[in-house]
């Protein structure tokens, strides 16, 4: 049995057992890490002599009785976007390629007060703008199902190394699907809690009203034991919550009898591949013999939810980036300037990749004198539209179901130079962020070997029901298959 390959809840069922220990956890992910890293590509920076000690630092502890939490001497993956102290934290963009925060993210902080053990920093989409983590100034990361398919993004990294067994579970983050959809295509679980479970602070802003930190695991209950670790309001955090976080494990119930269950009718038409399409009627008969109520559900205003996402995002990235400047810190250009503003527009034409200086060009046009009502005030009425339309949706049901990505993991460079195709691949997560709503991917088939997702939606702060509804059909699913890397 490879330990690299089990559940972080059956790994410390085994250490609490005595069976293992967390170091020979931390040695056999290390060990796959030296065997595929190459071929898949999932790091930016590892961190083995860290993880070392502090997996040496656990078992003591666990030996004197302590370190009993759900996750203690867990190895854990965190996106590159996430402020580590003492640790380069990049963005995977060439402007921080040498960046060293000071200090720890609220979510690093909490993992780590957990007793979770950092393996390094994954790979994603420069600034997380991307859906395939093929913008990364570190190079492309392969989907371990198929290496010469993306594995989505912005959150690729995380979920290639969940999927390929370099890491036990993995932090990513969602703007527009960046956890849900990578998680779709490499064949695991993820997780983007409503906006405001968890806190920001720390996190690299790409846009500040849609950014939200989540779980990528390999099963639904360690996906649940690691969103109870970092959810809760901070006070650091002024969009963070004040909630009681409930113990989500009592989520794990595969009983969805009596429920309401909605299926997505915009989502199931034109754009979704065949494949995708009966993967997910399979699903929804699946649920249905468990007992549920399947009932269909629409969002009138969805179809506006890409364009309006298309500006808000990059509008409030226009806003978060300007700090890029080569004064503070990051990178800054080592030509000859004539002046301040020239060193500004050399070393932010240096610093930043195509795709991100096409999105703040993209912003500051939207937020400049004369078009700010127009495009930006507009696309914030149909975000409103939008959250009425999820709130009449769930009037008549408890979840919702649709797919996560309308098509499997695409070849890689297949719609690298066509940005409207990339941006397509968002179309079926992205009306969650705007309405700031809870939604986990799950897989739920293959098609030609390559992993479709089911995506299911709840009401704000209302993760209990959604983990419950993924549990179910997981266990009764039975998806069980891995990427064949060796």
Sequence with gaps: ????????????????????????????????????????????????????????????????????????????????????????????????????????????????????????????????????????????????????????????????AVAAGEAIMALGSDTGGSIRQPAALCGVVGLKPTYGLVSRYGLVAFASSLDQIGPITKDVTDCALLLQAIAGQDERDSTSVDINIPDYNKALVADVKGMKIGLLKEMMGEGIQDEVKTAIKNAVDVFSKMGAEIIEVSLPHAEYALSAYYLIAPAEASSNLARYDGVRYGHRTSEKVKDMIDMYMKTRAEGFGNEVKRRIMLGTYALSAGYYEAYYGQAQKIRTLIVQDFEKAFDKVDAILSPTSPTTAFKIGEKFENPLQMYLSDICTIPVNLAGLPGISIPCGLSDGLPIGLQIIGKPFDEMTVLRTAYAFEQAYGFKERPKLD
């Design 1 to 160: 049995m490879e330990l690299f390959n089990q559940p972080a809840h059956e790994l410390k069922r085994m250490m609490d057992t005595g069976e293992i220990s967390a170091f020979e956890i931390a040695k056999s992910v290390f060990k796959r890490i030296e065997m595929v890293e190459p071929k898949v590509e999932a790091y930016v920076t590892l961190t083995e002599g860290q993880a070392a000690a502090q997996a040496k630092e656990a078992d003591a502890k666990i030996k004197k009785g302590e370190g009993r939490g759900s996750l203690f001497g867990i190895p854990l993956a965190i996106k590159d976007n996430m402020c580590t102290k003492g640790v380069l934290t990049t963005c995977s963009s060439g402007i921080l390629k040498n960046f060293i925060p000071v200090y720890d993210g609220t979510v690093v902080r909490k993992v780590s007060d957990a007793g979770l053990i950092m393996t390094g920093k994954t790979n994603l989409d420069e600034f997380a703008m991307g859906s395939s983590t093929e913008t990364s100034f570190f190079g492309t990361t392969r989907n371990p199902w198929d290496l010469e398919t993306v594995p989505g993004g912005s959150s690729g990294g995380s979920a290639a």
